[in-house]
């Protein structure tokens, strides 16, 4: 039955975007019409290499609009789901649809839509950051204009010099401007920010929220924490090849359930703290009996786990 | 754009980059013409001499403008992950590559032209007798050793070590075949050897077409050893073409 359900929806990836009105018999129009809104849909995804499974068998969807983060340690199977959605791999199973296409059959209309930034890539090395972008842009329908991406990455002073000139967290800026200089309305970000002082990354940070902006899609796999709460709408942790954790960054709790810590230095002086559901109940208990006792609650302080807090928890090796 | 318009484009900038290049560009077109002035300079008082070295040195340059420059070149844009990022564009594959060789073929051209040029002025060596031969022996060279050098590229496991698999096959290669002398004055089991790889064969070719007037159709046993070069070549480079470099 679940076989049976993927297959229908793989038939159902390539007939929605031919012919969106007709509706699907049954469970397939359910699906198709949660594919309408969807830029990626991954429905049991596995990857194995050799007799390493890399990804066992993993579903999420990314809404069209939205910037999507992959978190997890390295090895996790981040760069392998994303690079079958980018078409460099094939999958060993499942099913995966990418605006509609089977990334696998490397059709030119799914790269003409599509941006990439990968991890680490070389590029040509005896042109300028304007002679490549333009090449580049000749190679989309509807490039973005060569100059305005030259801005919008921070590449102005650099725009005539050459790329083998150019510094490490100049060069990715270089990767980011490629991979915008089509007009994509799906970016893949692999690690974008590796190796950037924090004055760049906030500005690469704004320049992926002016896409958001833009209504593009963002699919970010990055191993920053506060990159990931900075810019997702939602994020995935993945971990030994499978999803363990999906939701809003803030959101996202171990077992399902926010666990608030609640602090304070007691009457003696000593910093204490106790962990919650229900911070309402202890933060009226703590304080009753404090005003009670004629005590202030010196230091007082609520605060929600943060994404960092979570994803130690969860990828934590027993 | 149209796919012609795309090829045109790819190589235009590869042609660029080969020029901006001037230690590559330099060593590609000097050391075949460095080679032809040294030994016409040995040999300049024997015409003999001089006949056997203008084809043979025009045979090195199909080999070291293809075979070898392919072999590099396709290490170093594999590793630097250019090949990975090209792919993750709409370009079509066979047109980036395509630009790729049509620049490695520009470069073979210019050079049989200036060594062809050399060879008259300076060699006394006579123009080309047969023009449609030097062009079908070319084209077929060309074929035979960029495929061979696009194969041998998925066998270097880096581009430091690139230079010692290249010239592990190049120089004794150029030897065996005979590009500085008449191989059929080598001893009898290096010549059994060089009849089976493909440069004598263009070796000879050339040096039909180029001094001796051998035509064509004497020569098509030659042109079909380098043809089975080439469909083994051809096999090769497709069969095992990776877009990345291996990862342990």
Not at chain 1, 291 to 304: F, I, K
Not at chain 2, 193 to 202: D, F, M, N, R, T
Request: aromatic letters at 8%.
């Amino acid at each position: 039955m679940m076989a049976d359900a993927r297959r229908t929806n793989r038939v159902g990836c390539g007939q929605y975007r031919q012919d969106p009105e007709t509706p699907l018999p049954g469970d397939l129009g359910m699906i198709a019409s949660v594919t309408s809104d969807a830029a990626i849909e991954v429905r049991g995804l596995r990857k194995v290499y050799g007799d390493i499974e890399a990804v066992r068998g993993i579903d999420f969807t990314v809404r069209r609009g939205e910037i999507f983060g992959l978190l997890g340690p390295n090895g996790a199977g981040k760069t392998t789901t994303v690079e079958v959605l980018e078409g460099y791999r094939d999958a060993s199973a499942g099913d995966v649809c990418v605006l509609g296409y089977d990334p696998a059959r490397r059709e030119r209309a799914l790269r003409e839509r599509v941006g990439i930034v990968l991890q680490s890539c070389g590029v040509y090395r005896h042109v300028s950051v304007r002679e490549v972008l333009t090449h580049w842009a000749g190679l989309y329908p509807h490039p973005r204009d060569v100059q305005e991406v030259i801005e919008l990455t921070g590449l102005g002073e650099k725009a005539d010099a050459r790329t083998r000139q150019l510094s490490g967290g100049q060069l990715r800026r270089l990767d980011l401007a490629l991979a915008l200089i089509g007009d994509p309305e799906l970016i893949f970000l692999d690690e974008p920010t590796t190796g950037f002082d924090p004055a760049a990354r906030r500005s690469a940070w704004n320049t992926i929220r002016s896409l958001k902006a833009l209504g593009k899609t963002v699919l970010l796999t990055t191993h920053y924490l506060d990159e990931a709460q900075e810019l997702c709408d939602r994020v995935a942790i993945i971990k030994g090849g499978e999803i363990i954790a999906e939701g809003a960054p803030s959101e996202l709790g171990v077992g399902g359930e926010i666990r608030y810590k609640v602090a304070y230095r007691n009457g003696s002086g000593e910093l204490t703290s106790q962990e919650t559901d229900d911070p309402t109940t202890v933060l009226f208990e703590l304080t009753r009996g404090a005003l009670d006792r004629g005590e202030r609650l010196e230091e007082l302080s609520v605060t929600r786990p943060s994404l960092e807090d979570v994803y130690l928890e969860l990828t934590a090796d027993e | 754009m149209s796919d012609t318009a795309l090829l045109w484009r790819q190589y235009r900038l590869e042609r660029r980059m080969f020029w901006r290049n001037p230690s590559a560009a330099f060593f590609n077109f000097l050391l075949p013409l460095l080679f032809l002035a040294l030994f016409g300079a040995i040999f300049s008082s024997s015409q003999s001499e001089l006949d056997v070295i203008v084809p043979g040195i025009a045979s090195l340059s199909v080999m070291s403008t293809t075979f070898s420059a392919l072999a590099f070149n396709m290490t170093f844009l594999r590793e630097q992950g250019i090949l990975k990022r090209v792919r993750g564009t709409p370009l079509p594959s066979t047109i980036y590559l395509g630009g790729i060789a049509l620049s490695a073929v520009t470069n073979t051209v210019i050079q049989v032209a200036i060594i062809t040029i050399s060879g008259k002025l300076f060699f006394g060596v006579a123009w080309p007798q047969e023009w449609f031969e030097l062009i079908v022996f070319v084209a077929a060279g060309v074929i035979c050793f960029a495929s061979l050098g696009v194969a041998l590229s998925h066998f270097i496991p880096n581009f430091e070590s690139a230079p010692a698999y290249v010239n592990a096959i190049f120089l004794p290669v150029i030897f065996i075949s005979g590009v500085f002398y008449d191989s059929d004055t080598a001893p009898a089991f290096l010549l059994d050897i060089a009849q089976i790889l493909p440069l004598k064969h263009l070796i000879d070719g050339l040096s039909g077409a180029m001094v001796t007037g051998v035509g064509l159709s004497d020569n098509l046993g030659s042109l079909a050893v380098i043809g089975l070069w080439a469909a083994a070549g051809i096999a090769l480079a497709v069969r095992g073409f990776s877009w990345e470099s291996r990862r342990s």
